[in-house]
């Protein structure tokens, strides 16, 4: 079974550009969540959708940042304009719905970098 | 304010000793516990979990302890391997937030041959 499938795997864009992150989450899952980590940090959540829904974007910095889940599968993160702060690595997830016990499947990451 | 604490950024571990990560968390609402293991370059995976009803649950050479009075939580690698060598984060979840996972910080877990 393929896993969550992020691309790119790095971006380094300037300041105030645009960039876009891609996630195809595993078959079947409803759920899918976009975290963010900061170096020397945890992940934190950012939006989670259920299906095409977004049912938690309580975190999500929306002056700057958006999100959408296009037919409940695949999903796109995008940041315009992006800021110096906003590197760090972007995770995607996904979960089947019911069991909390195994918590979320995590891809590898878009590590981005802005100069 | 952190809700999960993870005090210990690093612990380096002789191989073929235990391997003890400790993990605490403020919020009494968080009914499931979660720890992932990171490599370099890749996300998080799931090693274990446990239920808020429970206070131990094993699997191989992982085990992981829950007292909910002290609101702390341990995991135990028996007997460690080079291969553990890795960032563990604990996580934590309740059904009131619809079980978003809340992270600590990790702690880079060293095992050394």
């Known amino acids: 079974e393929a896993g969550v499938v992020q691309s790119p795997r790095y971006k380094i864009i300037e300041k105030k550009q645009p960039v876009a992150f891609w996630c195809n989450p595993i078959?079947?899952?409803?759920?899918l969540y976009w975290y963010r980590q900061n170096l020397g940090q945890g992940p934190e959540l950012l939006i989670r959708?259920?299906?095409?829904?977004?049912?938690?974007d309580s975190q999500l910095p929306k002056d700057r940042f958006s999100a959408e889940r296009l037919k409940g599968v695949d999903s796109t993160l995008k940041i315009q304009p992006a800021e110096l702060g906003d590197s760090a690595v972007y995770l995607c997830?996904?979960?089947?719905?019911?069991?909390?016990?195994?918590?979320?499947?995590f891809g590898q990451g878009t590590r981005l970098t802005v100069v | 304010d952190q809700q999960v604490k993870q005090n210990s950024p690093s612990l380096s571990v002789q191989e073929g000793r235990i391997s003890i990560l400790n993990c605490d968390y403020t919020?009494?609402?968080?009914?499931?516990f979660l720890w992932y293991k990171k490599y370099p370059a890749e996300g998080p995976t799931f090693l274990i979990s446990?239920?808020?009803?429970?206070d131990k649950n094993e699997d191989g050479r992982f085990t992981v302890f829950l007292n909910k009075s002290a609101k702390h939580l341990s995991l135990h690698i028996v007997p460690s391997q080079p291969g553990d060598s890795a960032v563990y984060f604990c996580?934590?979840?309740?059904?009131?937030?619809?079980?978003?996972?809340?992270f600590g910080k990790g702690t880079k877990l060293s095992v050394k041959p």
């Open positions: 078959s079947g899952h409803n759920t």
């Open positions: 919020n009494s609402m968080f009914d499931y």
């Open positions: 996580a934590a979840s309740a059904l009131r937030s619809q079980g978003n996972l809340i």
């Open positions: 997830a996904s979960s089947p719905r019911g069991d909390r016990g195994i918590g979320a499947f």
């Open positions: 959708y259920e299906n095409e829904e977004a049912v938690d």
């Open positions: 446990i239920s808020s009803i429970k």
